[in-house]
């Protein structure tokens, strides 16, 4: 069945460094792929997607781009903040799109002043 | 907009209880969702409905019940508590065809 998998966490940067969470997923046919954000104490927010191979997604200077030939959707940020520590979940909607979404397990970030 | 409202944002629960966690949305999506939370596994889908009067199990359905009497209103029913079942449980809505899904902020439960 589809499948999502995430670098597991913590992941610890200093603020101003470069951010890359890892994540691939396993599908039939043509899913859409997203990332979401929960901020401590909060419910999920979605921070990106893409619906189709080549996509970039972007929000909040975070990228993600839809690579179908190495089933991949890494999210990456340029320069952290202490605000951007939250637990970012990557997810996958089937192509049959009933509503229902697969995440991966989660990657809990933290940034240090 | 209210969203999607869950409520008792956080319960405590004896083992055998039963308890029902409510959610609805204002934003006349057709499909909505249960998902609980546990460290380390990510989000898992409990149960989903893709219209009123129709419900369906996800990966992990056993011990909840539900039905889906309104477009509105998906409550979750636990039957009997129990401790494996301590979990932060999210309900979600979303359009056909719209692929995103909206969460509401969670309710937190403990099974002693």
């Known amino acids: 069945g589809d499948s999502v998998t995430q670098m597991e966490g913590p992941v610890t940067l200093s603020e101003e460094a470069f951010l890359t969470i890892n994540c691939t997923y396993t599908a039939t046919g043509y899913p859409s792929l997203f990332w979401y954000v929960q901020y401590p104490g909060e419910g999920l927010q979605l921070l990106l997607k893409?619906?189709?191979?080549?996509d970039k997604g972007s929000n909040k200077g975070f990228e993600a781009t839809y690579r179908k030939e190495t089933t991949s959707f890494h999210l990456e940020k340029g320069s952290v903040q202490v605000s951007d520590s939250a637990v970012y979940f990557c997810a996958l909607s089937p192509s049959s799109n009933t509503g229902k979404l697969i995440f991966g397990q989660g990657t809990t970030l933290q940034v240090k002043p | 907009n209210a969203g999607v409202t869950q409520t008792p944002k956080f319960q405590v629960l004896k083992t055998g209880q039963s308890m029902t966690l409510q959610c609805a949305q204002d934003m006349n999506h057709e499909y909505m969702s249960w998902y609980r939370q546990d460290p380390g596994m990510g989000l898992r889908l409990i149960h989903y409905?893709?219209?009123?009067?129709?419900?369906d199990q996800g990966e992990v359905p056993n011990g909840y019940n539900v039905s889906r009497s309104t477009t509105e209103d998906f409550p979750l029913r636990l039957l009997s508590a129990a401790p494996s079942q301590t979990s932060v449980y999210f309900c979600?809505?979303?359009?056909?065809?719209?692929?995103?899904?909206?969460f509401g902020e969670g309710s937190r439960l403990t099974v002693l």
């Open positions: 893409a619906t189709k191979a080549d």
């Open positions: 979600a809505s979303s359009l056909p065809g719209a692929r995103e899904l909206f």
């Open positions: 409905s893709v219209g009123a009067g129709i419900t």
